[in-house]
């Protein structure tokens, strides 16, 4: 009896152990604060530094169970780490490298002496204590560097220097200087302007570890090798000496520096017209006449801007005139100017005040400022108003095609009295032209609306694929003495165009776009690798990761999978409605697909969706696939974990999976699958989507992500 008693509470206790590790194992990623733990050195190691192997790379190493932490590599003499405490930034990394005279320098700082050995003790400090600790403190033993004492040593400059000469203080001085522990009578400083000191500089020094130049020194040195002023060149540094022969002396290293020559006087700006306390009268019979600013200037390489400005009311413009020495503005465009900055009326005259501002005040310099008086175009009685004469009528629709961008769907004419103005069409969803966009036409008084400006128009707006009643009317691109056209209206539907997503400015992205139903869809699978506005992936779970070792080879094709909380970003907002509309990875305007979009495509392409939505490559059964919706769904398998090397059935046997932002439960998050071996459907699961604790680091769920065009 008692043995079946204690049996059974074995039995118990082997339970409850099992149970434990199971939950250690399985618990979710803690993604607060995280210990810190030391690897490497271990405790009481030993080194001993060779200062003849300067480039031999010393290892420190940490760990933590979470990712992209700052830390800092301490130092000190002392286990509490309050004598000669030395830093050293360490990034985010956790394998940190120092060379051989890297850790002799820090030891230096730390006031041991050369050849000496000495317990330090090292830890981690983290700079963001919100994100971690370390309490693990280790000493290591080191014996620094034991120099010879018949080493040149280079002091200063220091490598890579870049000296610039003070033309306002000639006199200044550069010292070079150089330690040696060995007494030496001859030193000689060696200069030259090539690496292999061809026609080398030599100054002999006697005993003095240092030797002082002039600004004004190494200015005419430039100068007599043909530097120009201002221009910079490499100049390479050495010190000898002999010694005796009981003790010879080992030279120094060669060390390189570079030089840049006195900048020469600047180019003075001189200002020519307007001529100065003249009076520029603006006439709107010469509307279209040029109103120009113009300088001199005896200099290159530079350019200039124009300030116009009233002293009167603390207002300036700016115009960029490039590297011309003259502006030009039509007086149409002057007059507006002083209607809408200056807060001139009609008829009105003011003192103007303008300067030019070169960019380079080494090259060129404006000492002066310029006054001149200018008056408004005289008052007219009313604007001329722009007439429509030819016109497509009120709400005809336009469904329009990416194929035929130039072909014109109708041709809009107008006339107007008003000469030298340029026209536009201004446009908005709103019937009281409210959040308006601007587009410049010509001169000329017709237009034609193409496929290609009607899109454009509707893409400023905020609209593209989509349906939307576009407003609209012809206006001038300033508003002097026209009045604008009367407001119509046209029903436009947007080109099922490709979308570029320019999340990338150097390498923007070009994906199909698709109409299922009411949605449009994109065509292939995401490929962004940060989010639209540049902002990188999360570092509380891992960031996107590509694979072309199955059925798909093609980075292209097969895109980025995600973590859940990565695809989401905002992960933190989903909930478990079918249609929560959550941007996260997608571009601008787009979302991830939810719930309730695949729903709809399911239903609008029923029954057997699945054949519609596969691609006609890559899957092993093609029997009835058709692709017909254009939606390229392509075998890429699933990433059961984020840290292992390949996703489950990537083959052409395999499957496709891909997040919606509906939650399942806690801890789940629905996806949707296309098997290869079931061909009719496409099937919604919920699946672990945070990460959990496993014996080789994080892991999680990582699948492609299709984004769908946001309705508004």
Request: hydrophobic residues 35%; negative net charge; aromatic residues 10%.
């Amino acid at each position: 009896m008692n043995k079946m008693i204690r049996n059974a509470i074995l039995a118990v206790t082997g339970i409850l152990i099992v149970l434990v590790s199971c939950n250690t194992e399985n618990d979710f990623y803690e993604v607060g604060r995280q210990p810190v733990f030391l690897k490497y050195p271990s405790k009481d190691t030993t080194w001993v530094l060779n200062y003849q192997k300067p480039d031999s790379l010393y290892r420190f190493s940490w760990e933590s169970k979470r990712n992209y932490i700052e830390y800092n590599l301490i130092f000190s003499l002392s286990e509490d780490m309050s004598t000669q405490k030395v830093e050293v930034g360490a990034g985010i990394k956790t394998d940190f490298y120092l060379t051989t005279m890297q850790v002799d320098s820090i030891l230096s700082s730390m006031n041991i002496g050369i050849g000496e050995q000495h317990t330090i003790y090292w830890s981690i400090d983290v700079v963001d204590p919100e994100a971690g600790w370390c309490d693990e403190i280790r000493k290591l033993t080191i014996t620094r560097c034991d120099l010879p004492t018949n080493v040149i040593m280079l002091d200063s400059p220091s490598s890579l220097a870049e000296l610039t000469l003070d033309k306002a203080n000639p006199e200044n001085l550069i010292t070079f200087s150089w330690t040696c522990q060995t007494e030496v009578k001859d030193y000689v400083l060696e200069m030259s302007f090539d690496s292999n000191f061809d026609n080398v500089i030599q100054i002999e020094n006697g005993s003095e570890k240092s030797h002082e130049f002039s600004n004004k020194y190494f200015d005419d040195m430039l100068k007599n090798h043909g530097v120009a002023l201002g221009q910079s060149i490499p100049l390479y540094w050495r010190v000898k000496g002999t010694g005796n022969l009981n003790n010879p002396i080992e030279n120094s290293a060669e060390r390189e520096i570079s030089i840049r020559r006195f900048a020469r006087d600047p180019a003075q700006v001189t200002l020519a017209t307007p001529a100065e306390g003249s009076t520029v009268l603006l006439a709107l019979e010469s509307a279209s006449d040029m109103f120009q600013f113009k300088w001199s200037c005896d200099t290159t390489g530079v350019t200039y801007k124009v300030k116009l400005y009233d002293k009167e009311l603390n207002v300036s413009v700016e115009f960029d005139a490039g590297s011309n020495k003259a502006y030009s503005i039509s007086q149409i465009d002057f007059d507006q100017l002083l209607e809408q900055k200056f807060e001139m009326v009609a008829s009105q005259k003011k003192k103007m005040y303008w300067e030019v501002i070169p960019n380079d005040p080494l090259r060129a310099v404006s000492k002066h400022t310029g006054t001149f008086t200018v008056r408004r175009f005289l008052a007219v009685t009313a604007a001329p108003k722009i007439k429509l004469t030819a016109l497509p009528t009120d709400a005809t629709a336009y469904t329009l095609n990416v194929s035929t961008p130039t072909a014109n769907l109708a041709t809009v004419n107008w006339d107007c009295s008003a000469t030298g103005v340029t026209y536009a069409i201004e446009y908005s969803l709103n019937a009281d032209m409210t959040h308006s966009k601007v587009k410049e036409l010509t001169t000329n008084k017709t237009v034609g609306f193409t496929h290609s400006l009607l899109d454009d128009m509707l893409s400023d707006l905020g609209a593209s694929y989509w349906t939307k009643t576009v407003y609209w009317r012809i206006v001038t691109t300033v508003a002097v003495m026209t009045e604008p056209s009367d407001i119509h209206n046209m029903k436009l539907t947007g080109m099922i165009k490709p979308l570029v997503d320019k999340r990338d400015a150097s390498f923007p992205q070009t994906y199909p776009v698709t109409k299922i139903g009411n949605n449009f869809w994109m065509g292939a699978n995401l490929r962004a690798t940060k989010y639209s506005d540049g902002t990188a992936f999360t570092t509380v779970d891992l960031a996107s990761k590509t694979y072309t070792g199955g059925a798909v080879t093609d980075a292209n094709v097969i895109g980025q999978y995600y973590t859940w909380p990565t695809a989401l970003r905002t992960w933190q907002s989903a909930g478990s409605s079918e249609n929560s509309i959550i941007q996260g990875v997608c571009p601008d305007g787009w979302h991830v697909s939810t719930l309730s979009d695949w729903n709809a495509l399911i239903s609008t392409l029923s029954p057997n969706p699945a054949k519609k939505v596969k691609s006609t490559q890559y899957w092993n059964n093609q029997w009835e696939v058709t692709n017909s919706s254009g939606l390229n769904l392509v075998p890429g398998g699933v990433f059961w974990h984020g840290n292992v090397g390949a996703p489950d059935n990537a083959d052409s046997g395999g499957k496709s999976g891909y997040w919606t932002t509906t939650v399942g439960s806690s801890t789940t998050a629905y996806m949707v699958e296309i098997f290869d071996w079931n061909s009719n459907d496409i099937v919604p699961w919920h699946y672990l989507s945070r990460p959990w604790s496993e014996g080789d680091g994080t892991a999680s769920k990582m699948v492609n992500v299709r984004c769908v065009r946001n309705m508004n």
